[in-house]
Protein backbone atom coordinates (compact mmCIF):
# COMPACT_ATOMS: atom_id res chain seq x y z
CA UNK A 1 0.00 0.00 0.00
CA UNK A 2 1.41 3.05 -1.13
CA UNK A 3 0.70 6.27 0.71
CA UNK A 4 1.48 9.72 -0.64
CA UNK A 5 1.96 13.27 1.41
CA UNK A 6 2.38 16.22 -0.28
CA UNK A 7 3.64 19.71 0.87
CA UNK A 8 4.02 22.72 -0.81
CA UNK A 9 0.36 24.50 -2.00
CA UNK A 10 -0.49 27.63 -1.61
CA UNK A 11 -1.58 31.00 -3.00
CA UNK A 12 1.10 33.15 -5.17
CA UNK A 13 0.95 36.00 -7.33
CA UNK A 14 1.96 36.08 -11.02
CA UNK A 15 5.13 35.71 -11.29
CA UNK A 16 6.05 34.05 -8.37
CA UNK A 17 7.25 30.17 -7.59
CA UNK A 18 6.67 27.32 -5.27
CA UNK A 19 7.91 23.57 -4.72
CA UNK A 20 5.41 20.75 -4.53
CA UNK A 21 6.98 18.16 -2.54
CA UNK A 22 5.47 14.36 -2.32
CA UNK A 23 6.38 11.80 -0.01
CA UNK A 24 5.69 8.65 -0.66
CA UNK A 25 5.64 5.17 1.70
CA UNK A 26 5.09 1.73 1.20
CA UNK A 27 4.71 -0.31 -2.12
CA UNK A 28 8.40 0.77 -3.74
CA UNK A 29 8.45 -2.16 -6.13
CA UNK A 30 4.53 -0.41 -7.34
CA UNK A 31 5.33 3.20 -7.67
CA UNK A 32 8.26 3.51 -10.31
CA UNK A 33 6.39 6.63 -11.34
CA UNK A 34 5.25 9.21 -9.53
CA UNK A 35 4.31 12.47 -10.52
CA UNK A 36 1.66 15.40 -10.30
CA UNK A 37 -1.36 15.54 -12.24
CA UNK A 38 -3.91 18.94 -11.79
CA UNK A 39 -7.67 19.81 -12.08
CA UNK A 40 -8.95 22.95 -12.41
CA UNK A 41 -12.92 23.94 -11.60
CA UNK A 42 -14.90 22.15 -14.35
CA UNK A 43 -11.93 20.71 -16.29
CA UNK A 44 -10.45 17.25 -16.67
CA UNK A 45 -7.64 16.09 -14.49
CA UNK A 46 -4.23 16.38 -16.57
CA UNK A 47 -0.79 15.28 -16.05
CA UNK A 48 1.61 17.92 -15.20
CA UNK A 49 4.95 16.25 -14.88
CA UNK A 50 6.18 12.55 -13.98
CA UNK A 51 9.26 10.87 -13.05
CA UNK A 52 10.05 7.72 -14.09
CA UNK A 53 13.14 6.35 -11.71
CA UNK A 54 13.36 3.02 -13.99
CA UNK A 55 15.06 5.54 -16.10
CA UNK A 56 15.16 8.60 -15.11
CA UNK A 57 12.48 9.52 -17.49
CA UNK A 58 11.04 12.66 -17.21
CA UNK A 59 7.39 14.02 -18.57
CA UNK A 60 5.82 17.66 -18.65
CA UNK A 61 2.87 18.91 -20.02
CA UNK A 62 3.92 21.32 -22.31
CA UNK A 63 2.18 24.39 -20.09
CA UNK A 64 4.77 23.69 -17.73
CA UNK A 65 7.72 23.17 -20.18
CA UNK A 66 10.48 25.36 -19.42
CA UNK A 67 8.91 26.54 -16.00
CA UNK A 68 8.98 23.16 -14.14
CA UNK A 69 11.78 20.46 -12.92
CA UNK A 70 10.73 17.43 -11.34
CA UNK A 71 13.27 15.29 -9.63
CA UNK A 72 13.26 12.23 -7.03
CA UNK A 73 15.26 11.88 -3.60
CA UNK A 74 15.16 8.41 -3.68
CA UNK A 75 17.08 8.83 -0.46
CA UNK A 76 13.75 10.47 1.12
CA UNK A 77 11.33 8.71 -1.31
CA UNK A 78 10.60 12.50 -2.24
CA UNK A 79 9.47 13.97 -5.56
CA UNK A 80 9.75 17.23 -5.84
CA UNK A 81 8.23 19.43 -8.29
CA UNK A 82 8.74 23.75 -8.11
CA UNK A 83 7.56 25.86 -10.79
CA UNK A 84 8.19 29.16 -11.31
CA UNK A 85 6.60 32.20 -13.85
CA UNK A 86 3.52 30.87 -12.51
CA UNK A 87 0.50 32.64 -13.70
CA UNK A 88 -3.13 32.29 -13.17
CA UNK A 89 -3.63 29.30 -15.63
CA UNK A 90 -1.83 27.45 -13.53
CA UNK A 91 -4.74 27.63 -10.52
CA UNK A 92 -5.74 24.07 -9.54
CA UNK A 93 -5.59 21.18 -7.01
CA UNK A 94 -2.24 19.52 -7.49
CA UNK A 95 -2.59 15.52 -6.81
CA UNK A 96 0.51 13.85 -6.42
CA UNK A 97 0.19 10.35 -8.29
CA UNK A 98 2.14 6.87 -8.37
CA UNK A 99 1.92 3.70 -9.90
CA UNK A 100 3.29 1.91 -12.66
CA UNK A 101 5.44 1.93 -15.07
CA UNK A 102 3.44 0.75 -18.05
CA UNK A 103 5.28 -0.40 -20.97
CA UNK A 104 7.99 1.18 -19.61
CA UNK A 105 6.50 4.73 -19.42
CA UNK A 106 4.70 6.47 -16.80
CA UNK A 107 0.81 6.87 -18.67
CA UNK A 108 -0.83 10.19 -18.94
CA UNK A 109 -4.02 8.92 -18.01
CA UNK A 110 -4.91 9.53 -14.39
CA UNK A 111 -7.63 6.32 -14.19
CA UNK A 112 -4.28 4.14 -13.87
CA UNK A 113 -2.40 5.53 -11.33
CA UNK A 114 -4.02 3.40 -7.86
CA UNK A 115 -2.38 5.57 -5.17
CA UNK A 116 -3.23 9.36 -5.08
CA UNK A 117 -2.33 12.13 -2.41
CA UNK A 118 -4.88 14.39 -1.12
CA UNK A 119 -4.10 17.36 -3.52
CA UNK A 120 -2.78 20.76 -2.10
CA UNK A 121 -4.37 23.68 -4.16
CA UNK A 122 -2.56 25.78 -6.07
CA UNK A 123 -3.97 29.36 -6.53
CA UNK A 124 -2.31 31.87 -8.60
CA UNK A 125 -3.69 35.63 -8.90
CA UNK A 126 -3.07 38.27 -11.46
Known amino acids: QVQLVESGGGSVQAGGSLRLSCAAS????????MGWFRQAPGKERERVAT????????FYADSVKGRATISQDNAKNTVYLPMNSLNPADTAMYYC???????????????????WGQGPPVTVSS
Open 97 to 115: AAGGPWYGYCSSSPTVYPS
Open 26 to 33: GGTSSRKC
Open 51 to 58: FYSGGSIT
